[in-house]
């Protein structure tokens, strides 16, 4: 796991965001704060955080999506993002102290729970955007798509059917 520090990265993930999702980070009951350039499905999260054992079984699924000398972003609206191999097995609610930049650092959780937590494979090829308030998970790439179908009962999720008008 390393913390992205190089400011022309993050300008260059966030302006993807915003521009080809987008990413409308505004509270709005009654509109997606994304706009897909692809397909993707949506789920409903259930109550509460996952346990570490969900988040390993969600962590086993980028395993094997994840070339062993691959990564994904971990993109957190506000927050530290982070270029990481799900080989490394970050525990939940891991955080350290950076003593260089005199703050604590928190890996986001699979579950979005207080911000915007965002997955994304490093070729953009799959992902999974976490929606705190609204509860919702969107996920693209079709193998996990199928894998999270696999174990949504599981993991507390509920399938919301998406009406073709918004897939942008």
Known sequence: MKVILDTELLD??????????HFSPRWNPDKSPFSFPHSYELYRLGEGCWSQEQET?????????????????ALDWNHDCYIFNPRERIPLFYHYRDEERDCNVYFPSYYPHGDYHFFIAADWSFGMLGHPWRRELYLWG????????????????????????EIQ
């Open 12 to 21: 260059q993930l966030w302006d993807k965001m915003l521009g080809e999702y």
């Open 57 to 73: 079984r969600i962590n086993e699924i980028f395993e094997t999506l994840v070339p062993e000398d691959g990564f994904l972003y």
């Open 142 to 165: 079709g193998e996990l798509t199928e894998r999270f179908e696999q174990l949504s009962r599981y993991l507390g999720l509920q399938k919301i059917p998406i009406h073709k008008q």
